[in-house]
């Protein structure tokens, strides 16, 4: 079966650079939510999307913005990154008020 | 007050026994629950959800769920050191017409051959 693809798989930046992180939902899922999880922390939501339309926004930074596309695939745009930056950030899927899918995720570091 | 609440352990229980996890969150307007399972360096990987009050039964795996107490927990019988990884317990709830999940801190569970 299909499942939440992510990437890339990891990426390495400098500070103050930009970064680019795709999502690509199961098919027909309707929402997708961003979450960024530090070492050693739960998940924190970023920013949800249902019907390509923001629906939730969490914890997350001015310096990120995020957008859901006709095809449903997603991008979670992160400019003047900072060390602090550095994390896994997950997108899941879902059907409304169904369980959430996960990506493998997108190992971030920035140095 | 966080909206999930899990002790972030680490849970050790030896080889063969019960492994007994659990949840508690702060909103009453809360209606699905589950429970993911995360290793170490990987993503969340769903293992159980429950909807109704009651105990809900899948293989090793049970989850439970009280509405009126406000907590979800789920039980591990015959522990396997395969199942040492962290347990996030997750609760959706509806705002503004759309579903949010929001997860807790995670419990730590150790299996001790």
């Known amino acids: 079966a299909a499942g939440v693809i992510q990437s890339p798989r990891h990426l390495i930046k400098e500070k103050r650079e930009t970064a680019t992180l795709k999502c690509y939902p199961i098919?027909?899922?309707?929402?997708v939510y961003w979450y960024q999880q530090g070492p050693g922390q739960d998940p924190q939501f970023l920013i949800s999307?249902?019907?390509?339309?923001?629906?939730d926004k969490g914890s997350i930074p001015d310096r990120f913005s995020a957008q859901q596309f006709s095809d449903y695939h997603s991008e979670l745009n992160m400019s003047s990154l900072e060390l602090g930056d550095s994390a896994l950030y997950f997108c899941?899927?879902?059907?409304?008020?169904?369980?959430?899918?996960f990506g493998q995720g997108t190992r971030l570091t920035v140095v | 007050q966080k909206e999930v609440e899990q002790n972030s352990g680490p849970l050790s229980v030896p080889e063969g026994a019960i492994a007994s996890l659990n949840c508690t969150y702060s909103?009453?307007?809360?209606?699905?629950f589950f429970w993911y399972r995360q290793y170490s360096g990987k993503s969340p990987e769903l293992i159980m959800f429950?909807?109704?009050?009651g105990d809900k039964e899948d293989g090793r795996f049970t989850a439970q769920l009280n509405k009126a107490s406000q907590y979800v927990s789920l039980l591990i019988r015959d522990s396997q050191p395969s199942d040492s990884a962290t347990y996030l317990c997750?609760?959706?709830?509806?705002?503004?017409?759309?579903?949010?999940?929001?997860f807790g801190i995670g419990t730590k569970l150790q299996v001790i051959p």
């Open positions: 999307f249902y019907e390509k339309m923001q629906s």
């Open positions: 997750a609760v959706t709830i509806f705002r503004g017409g759309y579903q949010k999940v929001t």
């Open positions: 429950i909807y109704s009050n």
């Open positions: 899941a899927s879902s059907l409304q008020n169904t369980e959430a899918f």
């Open positions: 098919p027909r899922h309707d929402t």
């Open positions: 909103d009453r307007g809360s209606q699905s």
